[in-house]
Nanobody
Framework: QVQLVESGGGLVQAGGSLRVSCAAS????????MGWYRQTPGKQMELVAT???????DYADSVKGRFTISGDNAKNTVYLQMNSLKPEDTAVYYC??????????????WGQGTQVTVSS
């Protein structure tokens, strides 16, 4: 089992910055990728950013140039730095990881979610 603990988030004015972080712990061989999804009421969950263990990052078009994802493999932690925030970035942000939990088995795990609210 893998547990993901998120921190950060909160309320910020438009144009401001926030950082959220997510630490993985538990029983696993390795983590292949970590990242963030977000969800607002009535909308589908959106993949915001992802980073592989080899530090390859990818972003949703809506956040490119504003958000930066980074990881610390030694700490099994991922960070999402969010700059130039817009009201439309308001959502619950969920951390996820793809972990190798067996010889030939991978699984996806989720954090509990953290609220990010951007006021106009």
């Amino acid at each position: 089992q893998v547990q993901l603990v998120e921190s950060g988030g909160g309320l910020v004015q438009a144009g401001g910055s926030l950082r959220v972080s997510c630490a993985a712990s538990g029983s696993f061989f390795s983590i292949n990728a970590m990242g963030w999804y977000r969800q607002t009421p009535g909308k589908q969950m959106e993949l915001v950013a992802t980073i592989t263990s080899g530090d390859t990052a990818d972003y949703a078009d809506s956040v490119k140039g504003r958000f930066t994802i980074s990881g610390d493999n030694a700490k099994n932690t991922v960070y999402l730095q969010m700059n130039s925030l817009k009201p439309e970035d308001t959502a619950v942000y969920y951390c996820y990881c793809n972990a190798r939990v067996g010889v030939a088995r991978q699984a996806k795990y989720w954090g509990q979610g953290t609220q990010v609210t951007v006021s106009s």
